[in-house]
């Protein structure tokens, strides 16, 4: 599983570098041309900021499990990718949705509460990997 961890944070954060970059240029040239609204241009530099923070807290997961409770840190990274994909995969689709003509997505709007749940229920995990001294 610590190779998936390592994979899926490298390639995480490539993306959210990419996408970064993409909303600092790209979407802010659409905002200055009325294209976007700068609610969705700061929707979409959210989802660039949790991206990385959370696949950092991933790596962090790759790097720790073998020290400190594995179960609970392997519980703590799914719920990390998984809450990347949830969260800010479903912000990055509802702001840019009618620049590029996707349609009505608004069905994604309860997707990202279930991602950020994901997220805290990942640190909740983490946290209680370094409470308990039992092995798993």
Known sequence: MT???LAFSGFSGAMAV???AMGAHYLKQQLEAGLITLTN???FETAVKYQIYH???LLLVALLAEKF???RLQKAGVCFMIGIVLF???L???STASLFGIGNLRWLGPITP???LFFIAGWILMGLSGINEKSE
Request: overall charge positive; charged content about 10%.
């Open 41 to 43: 241009l700061q929707t």
């Open 55 to 57: 696949t950092i807290a």
């Open 92 to 94: 990055y689709l509802l």
């Open 69 to 71: 409770h594995a179960k």
């Open 3 to 5: 190779k998936r961890f």
């Open 114 to 116: 279930i991602g950020g």
């Open 18 to 20: 990419a996408l970064g």
């Open 88 to 90: 800010s995969g479903s």
